[in-house]
Antibody, heavy 123, light 107 residues
Framework: EVQLLESGGGLVQPGGSLRLSCVASGFTFNIYAMSWVRQAPGKGLEWVSVISGSGGGTYYADSVKGRFTISRDNSKTTIYLQMNSLRAEDTAIYHCAKIFRFAPVDTYYFDYWGQGTLVTVSS | EIVLTQSPATLSLSPGERATLSCRAS??????LAWYQEKPGQPPRLLIYDASNRATGIPARFSGSGSGTDFTLTISSLEPEDFAVYYC?????????FGGGTKVEIK
């Protein structure tokens, strides 16, 4: 059974930093690209970042580029999101999501999601 | 950035009725579009990928169609558990983008 468990959310002041983690289990982790998707309170879904299975390729939404860094440790089946220079508009639930792979290509659709961790940026 | 516009924002229907949800892209995404279902307190679930392919375990009452800029998610006969918010998502171009969602509510 695929499981994704996020942690690291909390309350942070504007301009501050936070590091999110997502521990994965139930699949061959190093094959799959992984992603972060966020949802502001009462709002829709917003893709944040994606990292390839090897960790060698990363993509970011323009809204976080230069402030957020995605990384992974395949030995720990974990991905991370380092968030710096946080703004009020970064307040959201951050979901870790597994990228659906279709023989043998990364589709960049999301087939499994974690419950998410809440990040609140406020003074 | 490709903008996805979903309509209607809210669909009020009764169980057993047919639901038709629309997603329109600001430029062609070919068939590179997915649909997700989100229920309160749960993460989204992948329903349809590449416009018309059901994901694993998704009931046959869910179907997707379209290509280019216009896409449709159809629920042939609404079950009580289908009342939820539905999102479309494109993977044709970076950045990946989602539509604003359609809420299917009980009439």
């Amino acid at each position: 059974e695929v499981q994704l468990l996020e942690s690291g959310g909390g309350l942070v002041q504007p301009g501050g930093s936070l590091r999110l983690s997502c521990v994965a289990s139930g699949f061959t982790f190093n094959i799959y690209a992984m992603s972060w998707v966020r949802q502001a309170p009462g709002k829709g879904l917003e893709w944040v970042s994606v990292i390839s299975g090897s960790g060698g390729g990363t993509y970011y939404a323009d809204s976080v580029k230069g402030r957020f860094t995605i990384s992974r440790d395949n030995s720990k089946t974990t991905i991370y999101l380092q968030m710096n220079s946080l703004r009020a508009e970064d307040t959201a639930i951050y979901h870790c999501a597994k990228i659906f792979r279709f023989a043998p290509v990364d589709t960049y659709y999301f087939d499994y999601w974690g419950q998410g961790t809440l990040v609140t940026v406020s003074s | 950035e490709i903008v996805l516009t979903q309509s209607p924002a809210t669909l009020s229907l009764s169980p057993g009725e047919r639901a038709t949800l629309s997603c329109r892209a600001s430029q062609s995404v070919s068939s590179s579009l997915a649909w997700y279902q989100e229920k309160p307190g749960q993460p989204p679930r992948l329903l349809i990928y590449d416009a018309s392919n059901r994901a694993t375990g998704i009931p046959a009452r869910f179907s997707g169609s379209g290509s280019g800029t216009d896409f449709t998610l159809t629920i042939s006969s609404l079950e009580p558990e289908d009342f939820a918010v539905y999102y479309c998502q494109q993977r044709s171009n970076w950045p990946l983008t989602f539509g604003g969602g359609t809420k299917v509510e009980i009439k």
